[in-house]
């Protein structure tokens, strides 16, 4: 029986004309962009912290309840999802 030939594939070449928006470099983040992103974190972490220790003494605070856990997670989560775009 003869032998099947075998056919040779094409490379694939992208043009080079074409540019994804993903593709352009951006530049570092501004220090007010880390700040924030900072900032959101560490204002989760106080939040919860004061939560803990002094919710007694705060009202305001103890009205809140288990909705303490939400908001303090909640900013530290808005300050992690902002560390995806960070550069």
């Known amino acids: 029986m003869p032998k099947s ?3 040779k594939k094409k490379d694939y070449t992208v043009a080079p004309a074409t540019h994804t928006p993903g593709s352009v470099k951006a530049g570092p983040s501004s220090t007010l962009y880390v700040s ?11 939040w919860l ?6 919710a007694e003494n705060l009202p305001w605070m103890d009205a809140l309840g288990a909705w303490n856990f939400l908001i ?7 300050g ?8």
């Open 5 to 7: 030939k075998v056919r």
């Open 80 to 87: 992690l999802v902002m560390t995806m775009r960070w550069r």
């Open 36 to 46: 924030v992103m900072l900032g959101l974190m560490l204002v989760g972490l106080l």
């Open 49 to 54: 912290l004061v939560y803990y220790l002094a």
């Open 72 to 78: 303090g997670f909640g900013f530290m989560v808005v």
